[in-house]
C-alpha cells in the first residue's frame, strides 16, 4: 500500500443486521483489502468486534487497529410468515397448528461511525469489509461518505443491494455568519414564564 494514497472515513450510518452465523461464515470465507492480514471476531456478552489484523508486521501489537462493534440480539424466525399464515387461515380448519420457530442470534452493525468502527489504523480497509458485510445482510441500511485519493465517495448499500448514491453540500446552520436564523428564545410566545 502507498504511503501517499489517502483514505477516510468521514460519515457512517449502519443499520445492518444478520444472523451470526451468516456473519461467521462471511467472514471465514472474506478476501480482505490490502493491509488486513485477517479479521478476528471477539464476543464479550452481546457485544461482537471484529478486529482487523495488519500485514505489517512493523505495526506494535499495542497500537489499536481498526474494528468492527456490533450487538448481539436473540430474535425469533419463523419458518413461516405468522400473517401471511394467519390470511390464509379458513374457519373449517381445526386450531391453528404452531409454526415452526427458532431463536437465531443476530449481529447488529447500528449507529454512526464512532459506534460501528473504531480506531483510525486501517480504518478505510476496515470500512470495505463492513461494506462487503452490509451487501451479505439481507435487513438493513449502510450509508457513508468516504474519501480516497482526494475523491470523495459516497456508499448506499439496502438491504445487500448497492443503490446509486450521491453528495449533497448543504449550508449549515453554522455558515450564516451572524446566526440570525436562530430562534430567539427569550422572546418565544410558545414558552411561558
Request: hydrophobic share 30%; charged share 35%.
Amino acid at each position: 500500500m502507498s504511503t501517499e494514497e489517502s483514505r477516510h472515513v468521514y460519515r457512517l450510518h449502519s443499520t445492518l443486521e444478520l444472523p451470526l452465523e451468516d456473519l461467521r461464515d462471511h467472514i471465514e470465507e472474506a478476501k480482505y483489502p490490502d493491509g488486513i492480514e485477517d479479521v478476528e471476531i471477539t464476543r464479550r456478552n452481546n457485544t461482537l468486534i471484529l478486529k482487523a489484523v495488519a500485514e505489517d508486521q512493523s505495526v506494535s501489537k499495542y497500537t489499536p487497529t481498526a474494528q468492527l462493534k456490533a450487538s448481539v440480539t436473540e430474535n425469533r424466525v419463523y419458518e413461516e410468515d405468522p400473517d401471511e399464515r394467519r390470511q390464509s387461515f379458513s374457519w373449517d380448519e381445526e386450531e391453528e397448528e404452531e409454526i415452526e420457530s427458532e431463536l437465531v442470534e443476530f449481529a447488529a452493525f447500528k449507529g454512526d461511525r464512532e459506534t460501528v468502527l473504531q480506531n483510525s489504523l486501517l480504518q478505510y480497509e476496515m470500512f470495505l469489509v463492513l461494506c462487503e458485510i452490509a451487501e451479505a445482510a439481507e435487513k438493513g441500511t449502510l450509508t457513508a461518505i468516504s474519501e480516497r485519493n482526494g475523491e470523495l465517495e459516497a456508499t448506499r448499500i439496502v438491504e445487500g443491494e448497492p443503490r446509486p448514491a450521491d453528495i449533497e453540500v448543504v449550508e449549515g446552520p453554522r455558515d450564516h455568519g451572524s446566526g440570525e436564523t436562530g430562534v430567539n428564545w427569550r422572546d418565544n410566545k410558545f414558552i411561558s414564564d
